[in-house]
């Protein structure tokens, strides 16, 4: 296992492959240094995950996928948002895994559900109905045989006016155009531009407190991943790197409000309505594999 230390090339790889380090990280880790020698921001070997690493976080993304597959059946007006608490509970416990949310930092329920102005950390709660008109991000996020996957899908409830249909439709395609600039040797300010791009000649703004994450062993590894940063900075990617691409896209302006007392609940300091969607993504060879959305 990984203990930090550089293995002779001919030894085993630190990345538990069996395969011999020449044939397996050498010449990532040679790439890294570099960059690393240029003053670029680098990831630790620790972030760098295995190819079973990657099985183990597909499963449990198949789960997290199925249970977001199960909420989007089921979203109508009528429905709490404790409803949606006990879909992503329910169906997440059957397929043998835990939901991610539930107590980490001493959050209460099994998912987030955040509407309309309500930028992230929604807690469900039986008072809470949706209603025509609504826009709702649902974050679901599971842990299955200790491997994370995290990913979050906006619903139109009903009928919903053109404005808020589109920052719905234009958050997506933020995180789409961030997609495609996903690959080895490029860096995290590449996404974030494209991100933040997209949002401005559409007249939105973007929020810079909240952003992704690294994730896999843990629910929030490093790198944190910013959509307000240029093009050309931020860490640099690498073949194993995992994270999420989840920006936060806000109709007003970017600002937020933390104030509200269950400590979770981040609004909109206009209070417009605010969008965001969420994919797990992994740096391949050549460019990147979805893992979760
Ligand atoms: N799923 C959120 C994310 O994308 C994190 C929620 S933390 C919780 O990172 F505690 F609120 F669930
Ligand atoms: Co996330």
Redo the contacts with the bound molecule.
């Keep these: 296992m990984y203990d930090g230390s550089t293995p002779g090339r001919n030894d085993e790889c630190w990345c538990g492959s069996g395969k011999k380090y020449k044939k397996c990280h050498l010449q990532i880790d040679e790439r890294l240094q570099e960059c690393y020698e240029e003053g670029h921001e680098v990831p630790y070997r620790n972030l760098l995950k295995t190819p079973a690493d990657i099985e183990g976080i597909k499963k449990s993304a198949a789960v997290n996928i199925g249970a977001l597959d199960y909420v989007a059946e089921r979203i109508k007006p009528g429905v709490t948002t404790q409803d949606i608490d006990n879909w992503v509970h329910e169906y997440t416990v059957e397929h043998g895994a835990i939901p991610?949310?539930l107590n980490?930092?001493g959050?209460p329920k099994s998912v987030?559900t955040s509407i309309n102005e309500v930028v992230?950390?929604g807690i469900p709660d039986e008072g809470e109905v949706l209603k025509e008109g609504d826009i709702i991000n649902v974050?679901c996020?599971t842990i299955l045989d200790g491997y994370y996957s995290?990913s979050?899908r906006m619903f139109c409830i009903g009928t919903v006016d053109p404005e808020r249909e589109k920052l719905v439709r234009v958050t997506k395609e933020c995180v789409e155009l961030g997609l495609q600039q996903v690959k080895p040797w490029g860096c995290l300010g590449d996404i974030s531009q494209a991100v933040q791009d997209h949002a401005h000649e559409n007249g939105y703004s973007v929020v810079a407190e909240f952003g992704g994450?690294g994730i896999g062993l843990e629910?929030?590894e490093d790198p944190f991943v910013s959509f307000t940063i240029p093009k050309g900075t931020g860490m640099v990617l690498a073949p194993g790197c995992v994270f999420?691409i989840?920006p936060m896209i806000n109709m007003g302006k970017p600002d937020i409000d933390m104030s509200d007392p269950n400590g979770?609940t981040v609004r909109t300091k206009d209070r417009q309505p605010t969008a965001q969607w969420?994919i797990q993504v992994a740096v391949t060879e050549d460019g990147y594999e979805v893992l979760c959305w």
């Design positions: 991610a949310p980490y930092e959050f987030c992230c950390h974050d996020s995290d979050s994450h629910f929030h999420t989840e979770w969420e």
